[in-house]
């Protein structure tokens, strides 16, 4: 409290001294001491003052000093030395205030550290907290995925498991052949009612079978051929094997398989595939085809084609037709598939006359 | 033990060689500052090293004063010296905590620079 009081007047003395040295109009003071009041004048009235008040107190007793030599002794060494210690205590009370206004600074930059710190940590908590939420969504997401993944491919097996089954029971019924890449199941029999296109029961069952085969091959177009004997009209056994074949295809369409793969041909009596001379020969050769092609074996655009000229494996068979097989016993086909040539069973009625 | 604290004895032992001696006080006090002011490095610093050789030329000065028998003068001219001593130890001072308050902002900006631009992951 003393050291305060004495602080707050000792400036004021300074000053006093300052202005009798003026007013005395005694020798003029030295440079030194000049120098040393414009010092300390800096001291007491800028930062140093709040910041530095010892460093200004000391500077104001060593000016007290300076002064007092110069009224006693003006123009002296001793006013000269006392000048100089003046100002050396002056500078020492500035450059001490700078000094705390330095470590002001450091606390104040110590305080936005921090802050910024802080700041940083949250951002980056906040950001691990929406990467592991985003995560965790992902993570949900790719088990349902793969939980429907795995349906798919459980449902995808039992279908293919079907179609094998299918495929073999045609295989046992020796309904079934592969020729270049394509895949040919021949059904004969009594298929129809006579002369008309209306699936027998016989039929149905066994495109049911059918249809579960062609399920394993979901991308590959399909052409359904109807074929005739050689009894009858040729334009009628044309027009009637067209219907056939769509019947064929209505049925296929109708359990499963995609419409723009199926086209159906009628082919007429065409392509024989057994002699046309006996009742067993014209059985076989009153059938449906349904011809798996290749992949690239894409249909034409029609799904309903008429006639012989689809581009179907039939047209790749050798010598057939009505004519050869009007002329005799010899048929189409070099080596017709063994349930091709099946007579009619015995509880079949007899073949229809087209 | 570094070279100030041989050197800074070794000036004062020297006036003990003159006719007359040192005021013993005042050199001790000004040995004291002396030492302090290196101690924090005004010896590196320009301002405070220019004062740092004040110092020690009037400790010359105030050697040859005594020497010639001015007790006063070269009481006075030790008094001139301390003030230079403490001086060049306020400045060196001072630096150094100018020099900490700006590295702490520097600290700062490349922290603000880090938040605005995080940096890549190696990989």
């Given at each position: 409290m003393l050291n305060t009081r004495r602080t707050r007047y000792i400036p004021g003395l300074a000053a006093l001294a300052l202005a009798a040295a003026a007013c005395g109009g005694a020798v003029a003071p030295s440079t030194e001491?000049?120098?040393?009041?414009?010092?300390?004048?800096?001291?007491?009235?800028?930062?140093?003052?709040?910041?530095?008040?010892?460093?200004?107190?000391?500077?104001?007793?060593?000016?007290?000093?300076?002064?007092?030599?110069?009224?006693?002794?003006?123009?002296?060494?001793?006013?000269?030395?006392?000048?100089?210690?003046?100002?050396?205590?002056?500078?020492?009370?500035?450059?001490?205030?700078?000094?705390?206004?330095?470590?002001?600074?450091?606390?104040?930059?110590?305080?936005?550290?921090?802050?910024q710190l802080e700041q940083h940590s949250q951002q980056a908590e906040q950001q691990r907290s929406q990467f592991a939420q985003q995560l965790t969504q992902t993570q949900v997401q790719l088990q349902q995925n793969s939980q429907v993944l795995g349906l798919r491919q459980q449902e995808l097996q039992q279908a293919r498991a079907e179609a094998d089954k299918a495929q073999a029971e045609l295989r046992n019924a020796d309904a079934l052949r592969e020729e270049e890449g394509r895949m040919i199941i021949s059904l004969s029999g009594v298929l129809f009612?006579?002369?008309?296109?209306?699936?027998?029961r016989l039929a149905e069952q066994r495109l049911e079978t059918v249809a579960r085969a062609l399920a394993a091959y979901p991308d590959r177009p399909i052409v359904v051929e109807g074929y005739t004997d050689s009894q009858g009209n040729e334009d009628k056994n044309q027009q009637l094997s067209q219907r056939r074949a769509e019947a064929v295809r209505e049925y296929l369409q109708q359990h499963g398989i995609d419409a723009q793969r199926l086209r159906a041909v009628g082919k007429g009596e065409a392509d024989p595939v057994a002699s046309n001379d006996t009742v067993e020969g014209r059985a076989n050769n009153r059938r449906v085809e349904i011809i798996v092609d290749r992949v690239n074996d894409s249909p034409s655009s029609a799904t309903s084609d008429t006639g012989a000229s689809s581009a179907g494996p039939a047209s790749t068979r050798a010598a057939g037709g009505?004519?050869?097989a009007a002329a005799g016993s010899s048929t189409a086909r070099p080596a017709p598939s063994p349930s091709l040539r099946r007579a009619p069973a015995a509880d079949e009625p007899a073949p229809p006359k087209e | 033990m570094r070279a100030f604290e041989i050197g800074i004895p070794a000036l004062f032992?020297?006036?003990?060689?003159?006719g007359a001696e040192l005021n013993q006080t005042r050199a001790t006090n000004v040995q004291a500052s002396l030492i302090a002011a290196e101690k924090v490095g005004a010896n590196d610093?320009?301002?405070?090293?220019?004062?740092?050789?004040?110092?020690?030329?009037?400790?010359?000065?105030?050697?040859?004063?005594?020497?010639?028998?001015?007790?006063?003068?070269?009481?006075?001219?030790?008094?001139?010296?301390?003030?230079?001593?403490?001086?060049?130890?306020?400045?060196?001072?001072?630096?150094?905590?100018?020099?900490?308050?700006?590295?702490?902002?520097?600290?700062?900006?490349?922290?603000?620079?880090?938040?605005?631009?995080?940096?890549?992951?190696?990989?």
């Open positions: 001491l000049l120098t040393a009041r414009q010092a300390y004048d800096q001291a007491r009235s800028g930062e140093a003052a709040r910041l530095n008040p010892t460093g200004v107190h000391e500077a104001a007793k060593a000016m007290q000093a300076a002064e007092g030599a110069h009224k006693d002794d003006a123009g002296s060494q001793r006013e000269k030395n006392y000048a100089y210690i003046a100002l050396r205590k002056s500078e020492i009370a500035i450059a001490g205030a700078s000094e705390a206004l330095a470590k002001q600074e450091q606390q104040r930059a110590g305080e936005t550290y921090q802050a009612e006579s002369g008309g296109a209306t699936l027998s009505r004519d050869s | 032992a020297l006036a003990a060689c003159g610093q320009p301002k405070a090293a220019l004062h740092l050789q004040l110092a020690k030329e009037q400790i010359e000065s105030a050697k040859r004063l005594a020497a010639d028998g001015d007790q006063v003068n070269s009481d006075l001219m030790l008094e001139r010296a301390k003030a230079d001593a403490d001086l060049a130890m306020q400045l060196a001072r001072t630096e150094q905590e100018e020099q900490s308050a700006r590295q702490a902002w520097e600290k700062i900006r490349e922290l603000k620079q880090e938040q605005v631009q995080p940096p890549q992951s190696g990989g």
